[in-house]
């Protein structure tokens, strides 16, 4: 049975949900998903990750999210 979402932290759920928003698209200058903001490399390796693995990816969307201009 999953966790209810903590609101504005799915990264602390139980089973860590998936980032994808089904905005599908590669930005070459970063190598992130526009939609996401993660590596194609982090998108591969979702679905076979533990959480642990996850919740890393979700730190690193969170720094990227701080990093990034969204203009």
């Known amino acids: 049975m999953s ?5 504005g ?8 949900p998936s ?3 089904s905005l599908c698209k590669m930005n ?3 190598g992130y998903c526009e939609g996401c903001l993660r590596t194609i490399d982090e998108i591969i390796a979702w ?9 890393g ?3 690193e969307i ?3 999210e701080q990093l990034i201009d969204f203009e």
């Open 9 to 16: 932290a799915p990264e602390l759920a139980t089973p860590v």
């Open 3 to 7: 966790t209810p979402l903590p609101p």
């Open 47 to 55: 679905s076979k990750s533990d959480d642990a693995f996850k919740r």
């Open 57 to 59: 990816v979700w730190a």
């Open 62 to 64: 969170r720094r990227r």
């Open 28 to 30: 070459r200058d970063t």
């Open 19 to 21: 980032p994808c928003i």
